[in-house]
């Protein structure tokens, strides 16, 4: 079947112009289907800079990339202009580390994670182990990249990696694993009956700035992302040289940004920077800062000619 | 409003026979098995010595170039290849 001369020109330019493209179906931010949402997942484990294409938001290139590749399916990683593979490839290629070499990075190494269960959870997890287990399925623990751990029963892959604690064995693919050392497991007891409770040392906190640790940042140029959580005419008032208002569009352009960028948040005294801060920890971010005492002490202690209000 | 015109698609079996049709214009050696796992949903095992040596993806992909035209557009006549074998003669 002949590809539309156009549209075999349109996808040769993206994968020439990007080292690494993934056709995928919605965006990084929100995968419309499971196998993209993996691939995702697994990219971002390795590399934090790649290009996405969203064949539902342009149909021509939905069969267009089949017929580009002869290849069936959605989503397709390209490699330096060279077609890799689909979701099933790409999971055996991390499962053998082979992937590594295609991106050209060093292999993510290998952590041996050190967990801990509690009596309790040891009897809950032999029991759910019983119930719902065998065939082939066993306990895995597996860790989002907003550090939320999950525990559940489902079949071994070739990928996954042993964790034992006190006779418990449990399954964590190498991302969840590089993020689980130091896991306690338990159980608590809820409305609802038992429930797991997972804490994960890991998860990154919110942390404080002082307006004079933001000043000698921003003095010395250091690479951040001074955002301003307040409103508008607040802002009219009074404002730190530098910060950026963080309305929607602001904050559409920080989610796309790698995960580890330093995103300094202020408000007038720190409350609503806190907020702020909390929910860009959930969307996966690890370097969040919150002013201390906000605007108002940037007033007081760095720079007077800032109206307190 | 208007009348929906449904269109049921060829049965399977004929469905098969394209495939088979398809793969051996392209592959002319190749023996070729399809093997259909309901509406739209097929099973296809090719074996062909071209396969010596090539990565799994490059050989999938020579059968799958050869079906594109069934598998594209917005009511493609096969639907999924649920899995697809390719097997070089003699090699397990």
Same mark, same amino acid.
Do not use: F, W
């Given at each position: 079947m002949a590809l539309d001369e156009n549209v075999h020109q349109e996808i040769t330019d993206l994968i020439e112009a990007n080292e690494v493209v993934l056709f995928m179906k919605g965006d990084r931010r929100s995968p419309q289907c499971g196998f993209s949402a993996t691939v995702i997942g697994i990219l971002d484990s390795m590399i934090s800079d790649y290009h996405t294409v969203d064949v539902l938001s342009a149909p021509h290139l939905r069969d267009g990339i089949k017929i580009f590749s002869s290849w069936p399916t959605v989503p397709q990683l390209y490699v330096k202009g060279e077609f890799v593979g689909g979701c099933d490839i790409i999971q055996e290629m991390f499962g053998s580390g082979e992937i590594y070499k295609t991106l050209g990075v060093e292999p993510l190494e290998i952590v041996q994670p050190k967990i801990e269960v509690t009596d309790a959870a040891i009897k809950a997890l032999q029991q759910a182990s019983a119930e719902h287990g065998g065939g082939g399925r066993e306990l895995h623990l597996s860790v989002d990249a907003t550090f939320q751990a999950n525990l559940s029963i489902a079949p071994r892959t070739p990928a996954d990696i042993e964790a034992v604690s006190s006779g418990i064995l449990l399954l964590l693919d190498p991302i969840s694993a590089s993020r689980a050392d130091g896991i306690t497991i338990d159980v608590s007891e809820t409305p609802n009956g038992q429930a797991f409770k997972i804490d994960n040392p890991n998860a990154p906190r919110i942390q404080s700035m002082s307006v004079r640790e933001l000043q000698a940042a921003l003095d010395a140029g250091d690479a951040l992302e001074l955002l301003d959580v307040r409103t508008p005419e607040e802002r009219a008032i009074a404002a730190i040289p530098g910060a950026v208002l963080l309305n929607e569009e602001e904050a559409a352009r920080i989610e796309a940004l790698p995960r580890?960028?330093?995103?300094?948040? @202020?408000? @007038? @005294? &720190? &409350?609503?920077?806190?907020q702020a801060a909390e929910q860009f920890i959930s969307l996966g971010f690890s370097q969040v800062f919150n002013v201390v005492g906000g605007i108002d002490a940037w007033s007081q202690e760095i720079d007077p000619d800032v109206p307190r209000y | 409003m208007a009348l929906?015109?449904?269109?049921?698609?060829?049965?399977? =079996? =004929? *469905?098969?026979?394209? *495939?088979?049709?398809? *793969? /051996?214009?392209?592959m002319p050696e190749a023996t070729i098995e399809v093997r259909c796992q309901g509406p739209g949903h097929f099973e296809i095992t090719v074996t062909d010595a071209v396969f010596e040596g090539?990565?799994? %993806?490059? #050989? #999938?992909?020579? %059968?799958?170039? /050869? *079906?594109?035209?069934?598998?594209?557009?917005p009511t493609p006549a096969v639907h999924a290849v649920d899995r697809l074998e390719c097997l070089v003669p003699g090699v397990a």
């Open positions: 580890d960028t330093k995103l300094v948040l @202020h408000c @007038h @005294h &720190g &409350g609503r920077a806190q | 929906q015109i449904i269109n049921a698609g060829p049965p399977p =079996e =004929e *469905i098969a026979d394209r *495939i088979r049709a398809a *793969i /051996a214009q392209a090539l990565s799994r %993806v490059k #050989q #999938q992909q020579q %059968v799958y170039g /050869a *079906i594109t035209a069934l598998m594209a557009g």
